[in-house]
């Protein structure tokens, strides 16, 4: 039978960029859930709108240039870039209509209900009238440029994503010149909305838009004119950096250089107001070299991402999700010498069901004791304040040898990299840059020790960024460990890094690009021969993205045999489960909850003899072969069984999972006769009362 099955045609693969803007709406389903609290359904639609700006600025930069450049390179589904620009802008435009339409119709009434609104300008007292004049004339004015347009002042730079109006004006100015029309560019410096104070306020907590006011008192700005309208819009624009490793000296000034063109790349898509007239989004649409298709006009603030500071400055407990502290395991927290402990033992955790402060005091101790000759660590993302980076900072300053790896080219954390870097330059640690051509990912700390005459090893690996705030919000495993082995094999992947040295063979570690892509596949084929002998047959992957094809092959090929394959996919996934010959022993599911997932779990079954990995990689072709990467193997029985748990908790939820089927589609898991499970909540359950 598998013979007749061609698994390289397109029609069993599902578009990535289609598959991510799925997510996306997945994440805006959970502002419709009126089981959240009502904050947090706020926060998923602004989440969602952040996502779908990212999206433009990447995915669809990138198609375009593709486009433009004149490539017909299909994917494995076999659509040309051209083809999946006009699917992506049906249902871009559709997700943008659904977030206004949510944000209108459900959570502004809502919110209204709860004390908390925004107060339109026809429904201003007096009082708030005069109060919102001064703050124009006080902290407005004295910042706006409105730039008229005319020969001798062409349409100025727009940055990206900042709030700007066009603004129809009638009559002739103090030169007697009669342009039209204006541009007017709201400071980014100042918050896009303003809370009313106690003395004008009708409740609690009322909040007016920046762009209200602007298009209130926007006439003070053209004395002796008369507006005939003000339009907000705001313009995305390309923001992949592009940096020739091959042909700079210093990558770090390369960079420098790189971040200040990203505010003005290449337009991706205009948003305008609904009541923009349809001449004045042409003249926009013309300006920014864009069509028709790339136009977006939406019926509230141009920049919903901004109503996230709701979410931020209103205090009520009753509308966000309950407080919780993360557990700390018992061992950890008897023991205040952490060498001492993973000695004995590794550590396994799970954040932020368990606290990232063991991970923290990790590297102070390791700063602060005398036995202890060097650090070295990747770092991708770690934050502006960071616990971590002041750890290394107080290490390199008390004679440690502290070496960093810093990802400089961690897309939006650039610049923060760049002056972390400079930070641990300036405290006397040394600080590479990686590995040209490939981004470093893997996520690694190394302390060295003298103990009794002889160097040993303790290191720390996970699944996720070295940040004590994604630490709370991100689901990720973090592994504690003094395996002679694992030392051994990340003392070889430093010098990788550092050096120009060649490939080492490594003991236990999968390392992309030279390992992990071949022994997943390796994996997935032993188990196909596991069921093809009558033993049985089973995986279970955790992931962000699975869009490989020649994985998602493997595991076609597996499922004709027989093996049992579940799929936890957070976001982008190509493969089709549930295909009668093909896939039909395959389960795909994504989880979507008060945590963004992030973990990546490996598991095969290997006939009673489990292999299980966990991993900064995810299951696509700049893991595999454009990043370094790092699988680290769970071997402690009692460990495995504890991430199986946890697995099988994954695919029990029947609350916060969609399940996807052939087509593409998702559909959100119900209990039916079921008891409600979340995932999540179990598990934040489970780990406390464990602690």
Not at 194 to 222: C, W
Not at 476 to 497: N, P, R, S, W
Not at 576 to 584: D, K, L, N, Q
Request: with cysteine; glycine share 6%.
């Amino acid at each position: 039978m598998m013979d007749a099955v061609d698994l390289k045609h397109p029609d069993l693969y599902i578009n990535r960029q289609l598959s991510l803007l799925e997510f996306n709406a997945r994440v805006l389903e959970q502002a419709k859930d009126t089981g959240l609290p009502l904050l947090e359904r706020l926060r998923f639609l602004c989440i969602s709108s952040t996502n779908l700006d990212e999206f433009f600025e990447i995915r669809v930069a990138g198609l375009k240039q593709a486009h433009e450049l004149g490539s017909t390179q299909a994917g494995p589904d076999n659509r040309t870039p051209l083809e999946v620009l006009r699917l992506i802008g049906r249902r871009a435009h559709a997700l943008v209509d659904e977030q206004y339409r949510v944000l209108n119709d459900e959570l502004i009434p809502a919110m209204a209900a709860e004390d908390i609104r925004f107060i339109r300008r026809g429904d201003w007292t007096e009082e708030q009238r005069h109060w919102l004049r001064e703050y124009f004339e006080d902290s407005l004015l004295p910042v706006l440029s409105p730039l008229g347009l005319d020969p001798a002042h062409p349409f100025p730079r727009i940055l990206n994503k900042s709030l700007n109006f066009i603004v129809q004006l009638e009559g002739k100015d103090a030169f007697g010149r009669n342009s039209g029309m204006a541009i007017v560019q709201a400071p980014r410096s100042l918050p896009r909305l303003i809370p009313l104070p106690p003395e004008v306020s009708v409740g609690s907590h009322d909040f007016v838009f920046l762009s209200s006011i602007i298009h209130a008192f926007v006439e003070d700005l053209f004395p002796g004119m008369r507006v005939k309208g003000c339009y907000q819009f705001r313009v995305t624009r390309n923001s992949d950096l592009y940096v020739d490793e091959e042909e700079v000296d210093d990558l770090l000034v390369a960079m420098e250089g790189e971040l200040q063109s990203r505010r003005y790349g290449d337009a991706v898509r205009l948003e305008v107001a609904a009541n923009c007239p349809e001449h004045m989004a042409r003249f926009l649409l013309d300006e920014f070299e864009l069509g028709d298709d790339d136009l977006y006009q939406v019926n509230g603030p141009v920049n919903l991402n901004r109503l996230m500071a709701i979410c931020d400055s209103v205090d009520r407990a009753d509308l966000t999700f309950p407080s919780f502290t993360p557990a700390i395991p018992s061992e950890v927290s008897r023991s205040p010498d952490v060498f001492s402990l993973i000695r004995k033992r590794t550590l396994l955790l799970h954040h932020p069901f368990q606290s990232f402060a063991p991970v923290i005091d990790f590297i102070r101790q390791a700063g602060r004791d005398p036995h202890v000759l060097a650090i070295k660590q990747t770092l991708y993302r770690t934050g502006p304040d960071s616990a971590i980076v002041d750890a290394l900072v107080a290490a390199a300053r008390a004679g440690k040898e502290v070496t960093v790896v810093i990802e400089i080219r961690a897309r939006f954390d650039e610049e923060a990299n760049i002056q972390l870097a400079n930070r641990l330059q300036e405290a006397g640690a040394h600080v590479v840059y990686g590995v040209v051509g490939h981004k470093t990912h893997a996520k690694m700390v190394l302390v060295v020790r003298r103990e009794n005459n002889v160097l040993r090893n303790y290191m720390h690996l996970g699944t996720g960024n070295y940040h004590s705030r994604t630490a709370r919000l991100y689901t990720d495993y973090g592994m504690l460990t003094a395996d002679d082995d694992i030392g051994e094999d990340v003392h070889k992947i430093f010098l990788q890094l550092t050096s120009l040295g060649k490939v080492h063979r490594l003991n236990k570690l999968l390392e992309s690009p030279f390992t992990l892509f071949d022994r997943m596949l390796e994996f997935i084929a032993q188990e196909q021969e596991h069921a093809h002998a009558g033993v049985g047959g089973r995986i279970i992957i955790k992931v962000n993205s699975l869009v490989e094809p020649r994985i998602i092959q493997a595991l076609y090929s597996a499922s004709c045999e027989g093996v049992e394959i579940d799929l936890i996919v957070r976001g982008m996934c190509s493969l089709r489960p549930g295909i009668p010959g093909v896939s039909e022993n395959i389960r795909v599911r994504s989880i979507i909850g008060r945590f963004l997932e992030h973990t990546r779990v490996f598991y095969f079954q290997n006939a009673g003899e489990p292999r299980m990995y966990l991993s900064s990689a995810d299951w696509m072709e700049r893991n595999f072969f454009r990043r370094v990467e790092v699988a680290f193997p769970v071997e402690d029985a009692s460990l495995q069984e504890t991430v199986l748990e946890d697995l099988h908790t994954y695919l029990r939820d029947n609350t916060q999972a969609w399940i996807m089927n052939r087509d593409g589609e998702y559909v959100r898991g119900q209990p039916g006769e079921a008891p409600a499970y979340s995932s999540q909540a179990a598990l934040l359950e489970r780990l406390a009362e464990r602690a």
